[in-house]
């Protein structure tokens, strides 16, 4: 067998592999850059106000403490507002907002002196709770990134009351906070008015690019180097305060400056999932095919800036109906701003929707797979296009037949009541524009530059076999340096696109090299997005066995099956891990995570692994993930989809549809809590 054949679709281990496990990657706070003192933020204890005063007096005396930053002396910013406009003004948006840095020879001192740091704002009352009907609705331009806010075809009023059966309930999903195994860390180093970062986020450039903006600087004179990041999960997709923080702590001391965020100082400062308000209604006949489907949205953002989730888009594209209408409204609160968390829109979106079609299910008397399947669309209903390829039933087909569907019957073991259910998956296949180098060295070997970010996901390891198959070299013969902006435009690791992006690139480069040349530089912004008029999804089906406790309510999931159709899967090994990953995930948002709000003090209670809750290894039965073999040549040279959110997606609805199912109790408020099945059970 070729090299070339052997490179891609091989279970090729992480080339950095040993260096994480030998201790030598380095993350973020541990590079060693000469002359750094410590920063510790102070941040505010009451939702909404203005600072009256700040004593900054038996801080700045203690032995070893550079300065204490506080809006009345921090160097203004070129762009003041929004949440990185750090220290820029006395006002106070939320419970947990950056008020002040304290800059110190020693993380301790620094630690000790702002405790120091007196704040004594004016309050003023606050609100934090979401609602339906909240007096500040309103309809925000688009929905994150670009989409539209609201979508309407055919006459869904009418269809709903000419329908057979009908259906219409409402869904909530809690603030759910992205907990990446390492923490938001910066190191900020100014020389001769440039700036340096070494930073924990998941693109690089794209940070790069919006510091440069925030100090008015050019970008050039702005580099972010994050060679190794443990864990993202959106929460590092663009900079969050504290970069910004210690930019400007380094400015005033000109020294460098290091940053930790505690792990509770980042459930307010480094972004959360917004809580949903989802009332789906449903029309069909009594067949089973959707007459009309009505998705509307209440979430939330804050008065700092705004993001609104795109969370009723994917009810746009997934199944067939002639009318349809998607709504999307936001409230804005006295809270830190929402942002990205592992496939925003789609993951709160597909629990009501994918929760809705099993009701309607039962209602039909029907199965959910076949309801499922009786309304695949032809094309995207949304935009008429032909999907590129689309596998979604065949999933469904396949998961039923491995997960033994056809044999599905509620049943009673002791006190426990077992239950399954099932629930599609999908999430947009798309690329971005990036940049790639290459160059033959002496001994043979090709070295690749780019500006990616691997944030667990293998992703330096698949562009070595992207590489390595374009070449047809070893996988040892090429050497892929990534995370540092200086290498020029690169898609950052969100949205799925990572590999996409940087590996279309990667495949250009290494052509040109191919054909001959010694350097290559391909900038794939020209034709990154073809204009081609296809619909580019990948699809998968999740399938679910629930326990339910009779007496206690306690649910335990013994059993997961993900099947997906994800064009050519490259690394089987690190697939496998982003599935799984994925689906993980799914069932901690179905049973475990939640960020309870304190209506009183205005800020989110349980602010730390101790109190937020995520699967561990006694919560996780069997997950068995597999795919189909699906070839789509539109999607990019790979042939590849994205992977690293699809898992996520509608696992917590199978989780809710099989725990209905071994119950006959249906659970619309996520997480399933004990408490919300006590009293309930039969």
Request: hydrophobic share 40%.
């Amino acid at each position: 067998m070729s090299v070339a054949a052997r490179s891609l679709g091989a279970p090729l281990s992480r080339v950095e592999g040993g260096e994480k496990v030998r201790g030598e990657a380095v993350y973020a706070y541990e590079h060693q850059v000469e002359g750094v003192v410590y920063a510790v933020l102070v941040t505010a204890a009451i939702a909404k106000g203005t600072i009256r005063t700040v004593d900054a007096a038996a801080a700045l005396a203690s032995p070893g403490v550079l300065a204490v930053l506080t809006h009345e002396n921090a160097p203004q910013l070129a762009e003041r507002d929004g949440e990185l406009g750090v220290l820029q003004s006395p006002r106070i948006a939320y419970r947990g907002q950056i008020v002040g840095i304290v800059v110190a020879e020693t993380l301790e001192t620094a630690q000790e002196a702002a405790s120091l740091v007196h704040v004594e704002p004016d309050a003023e009352e606050h609100d934090v709770v979401l609602r339906a009907d909240h007096p500040t609705l309103y309809k925000p331009d688009t929905v994150n990134p670009d989409f539209a806010t609201d979508t309407e075809e055919g006459d869904v009023e009418g269809a709903l009351t000419a329908a057979a059966v009908t259906l219409d309930e409402t869904y909530t999903t809690p603030a759910e906070h992205n907990n990446p195994m390492e923490p938001h860390a910066t190191i900020a180093r100014w020389q001769d008015g440039d700036l340096t970062l070494w930073d924990s986020n998941q693109g690089a450039f794209a940070a790069a690019q919006a510091i440069a903006k925030r100090f008015g600087l050019e970008p050039s004179r702005v580099r972010v180097l994050s060679p190794h990041v443990g864990g993202g999960f959106g929460s590092k997709g663009t900079p969050r305060p504290h970069v910004v923080a210690a930019a400007l702590a380094a400015k005033v001391v000109e020294r460098p400056v290091k940053l930790a965020v505690t792990r509770r100082q980042m459930f307010t400062l480094t972004g959360y999932r917004t809580p949903t308000i989802q009332r789906i209604r449903l029309g069909a006949d009594r067949d089973g095919h959707l007459t009309a489907i009505a998705h509307d949205v209440v979430e939330q953002t804050s008065t700092v800036e705004e993001f609104a989730e795109q969370t009723a888009v994917v009810t746009r594209m997934l199944y067939a109906s002639p009318a349809r209408r998607t709504t999307h409204r936001l409230a804005r609160l006295d809270m830190p701003t929402p942002s990205w968390m592992r496939a925003p829109g789609e993951t709160p979106g597909m629990f009501a929707l994918e929760s809705a079609l099993d009701e309607l299910a039962i209602a039909l008397d029907l199965d959910p797979v076949e309801l499922r399947v009786r309304n695949e669309p032809d094309v995207d209903p949304e935009s008429g296009n032909p999907f590129s390829s689309r596998n979604l039933v065949a999933c469904l087909r396949e998961g039923a037949e491995r997960f033994g569907w056809g044999r599905r019957e509620p049943r009673r073991e002791g006190r426990w009541l077992v239950g399954t259910g099932v629930a599609a998956s999908t999430y947009p296949a798309r690329r971005r524009p990036s940049t790639a180098h290459g160059r033959r060295e002496e001994d043979g070997s090709v070295t690749i530059r780019i500006a990616a970010a691997d944030i667990g996901t293998g992703a330096r390891t698949v562009l070595t076999q992207i590489a390595a198959d374009e070449l047809g070299l070893p996988p040892g013969r090429v050497h892929v340096e990534i995370g540092d902006s200086g290498f020029g435009q690169a898609m950052l690791a969100g949205g799925s696109m990572g590999t996409a992006s940087w590996g279309t690139a990667v495949v250009k480069a290494c052509r040109e090299l191919r054909a001959g040349r010694d350097e290559a530089h391909v900038d794939t912004a020209d034709g990154a997005e073809a204009e081609e008029p296809l619909s580019k999804h990948g699809f998968g089906a999740q399938f679910v066995e629930a326990r339910v406790h009779a007496d206690t309510g306690e649910v335990r999931v013994p059993r997961m099956l993900g099947v997906f159709a994800c064009g050519r899967i490259l690394n089987p090994k690190t697939a496998r891990s982003q599935f799984v990953g994925g689906m993980t995930m799914g069932l901690g948002m179905a049973l475990l995570e939640e960020t309870v709000v304190d209506q009183r003090l205005g800020g989110f209670v349980n602010r730390d692994l101790a109190l937020y809750r995520v699967p561990v290894n006694a919560d996780v039965g069997d997950i068995e993930a597999i795919w189909i073999e699906e070839d789509d040549p539109h999607v990019n040279p790979m042939g590849a989809k994205g992977i690293g959110e699809i898992g996520i997606v509608g696992a917590a609805a199978a989780v809710a549809n099989a725990v209905h199912h071994a119950t006959g109790v249906r659970v619309r408020d996520l997480p399933i809590r004990p408490d919300r099945l006590l009293g309930r059970l039969p």
